[in-house]
């Protein structure tokens, strides 16, 4: 799947200092010269020339490697001013490229294949935000543990593919993090998987995608850690449901009226003007859980039993 450019970092909390993603080829240059040696951002892609000058490059701090060479990606172990690193649409056999750089600060590693240890990672003392996503080979986690000073860690799959986390007991060993975010992940069978975040004294947010994780959890979440941020959730989320104006860049807004009238859920307003009556939906939070589309009466009923279910499950574990 080719990336899709979107800043998918939670910046409220200041642990961000990076460029935002789909500005990473405004700090692009095919052919680098010696006339660029006081940047401080730049990317770099398989394709350029004249790479290797950026090790010259004083105030470097924030690189991009964006479907980098193999040579690439050994040469980054050279610029050991970085603070922040990006690397996009690669396939290193390891992560141990990194050890030398310790002043990295801030990591991102987006559709990154072909190594399975993140040890190299909490070797970095400096090392205060990570995010991970589609990482196709890594599963265990636990190379994490015992990072120093990481105060935020996001772990994401796609839409299409789920990142598979054998286990999240290694969260119980940051103890400097405050933000943490979860989404599009294989979750493991253990019935409470995020029992370990009693432990940190220092979380204060969480964000967590409503099907990563069964009903249970998300209970159990705001029982337990009810003053964190993201910890108390709404059981469903309500959408549709209301008739939506046809804009003229539609299609519909160009339909005959024979054409038009062939569809139930379309139809032409007092005023004269097409609009289109879009059925009441929600989603329901946790995993499995489907989402109803029936009459606008039918959701309203799901969706308040299960909101009785959440929140007899938040009492149950309130009392545990």
């Given amino acids: 799947m080719k990336h899709h450019f979107g800043d998918m970092l939670d910046r409220s909390g200041g642990h961000w200092n990076f460029a935002p993603n789909a500005k990473?080829?405004?700090?692009?240059?095919?052919?680098?010269?010696?006339?660029?040696?006081l940047i401080t951002i730049a990317t770099i892609s398989g394709e350029d020339v004249n790479w290797e000058i950026l090790r010259t490059f004083p105030n470097l701090e924030e690189l991009t490697l964006h479907s980098p060479s193999h040579e690439q990606i050994e040469f980054v172990s050279n610029l050991s001013r970085l603070k922040r690193?990006?690397?996009?649409?690669a396939r290193p056999k390891s992560l141990d490229f990194l050890a030398r750089l310790q002043n990295l600060e801030e990591i991102i590693l987006e559709y990154v294949s072909g190594f399975s240890d993140l040890l190299p990672l909490s070797q970095l003392s400096g090392l205060r935000a990570l995010h991970i996503e589609n990482v196709r080979r890594v599963s265990d986690f636990s190379?994490?543990?015992?990072?120093p000073r990481l105060a935020y860690l996001s772990i994401?799959?796609?839409?299409?593919?789920?990142?598979?986390?054998?286990?999240?007991?290694?969260?119980?060993?940051?103890?400097?993090?405050?933000?943490?975010r979860i989404m599009n992940v294989r979750s493991p069978t253990n019935p409470q998987p995020l029992s370990c975040l009693t432990e940190l004294k220092n979380l204060s947010k969480i964000t967590i995608g409503m099907s990563a994780f069964p009903?249970?959890?998300?209970?159990?979440?705001?029982?337990k850690i009810p003053h964190v941020e993201g910890a108390v959730r709404q059981p469903f989320v309500?959408?549709?449901?209301?008739?939506?104006?046809?804009?003229?860049?539609?299609?519909?807004?160009?339909?005959?009226?024979?054409?038009?009238n062939k569809y139930p859920d379309l139809f032409v307003g007092k005023d004269g003007k097409r609009y289109h009556r879009v059925p009441l939906r929600a989603a329901l939070l946790g995993k499995g859980q489907r989402c109803p589309s029936a009459s606008k009466e039918a959701v309203e009923r799901i969706c308040e039993a299960h909101a009785r279910k959440y929140q007899q499950l938040v009492q149950q574990f309130s009392k545990d």
């Avoid at 700090?27 to 006339?35: I, R």
């Avoid at 190379?143 to 990072?147: E, P």
């Fill in 215 to 223: 009903l249970e959890v998300f209970a159990w979440l705001e029982a």
């Fill in 24 to 37: 990473r080829y405004a700090f692009h240059m095919p052919e680098w010269t010696s006339e660029q040696r």
């Fill in 143 to 147: 190379g994490l543990s015992n990072s």
């Fill in 238 to 260: 309500k959408f549709g449901g209301e008739d939506r104006a046809i804009v003229p860049r539609d299609n519909r807004s160009r339909m005959t009226n024979e054409e038009f």
């Fill in 85 to 89: 690193l990006r690397i996009t649409h």
């Fill in 156 to 180: 994401d799959g796609t839409l299409d593919w789920a990142q598979p986390v054998e286990d999240f007991d290694f969260l119980g060993s940051l103890g400097s993090l405050e933000y943490l």
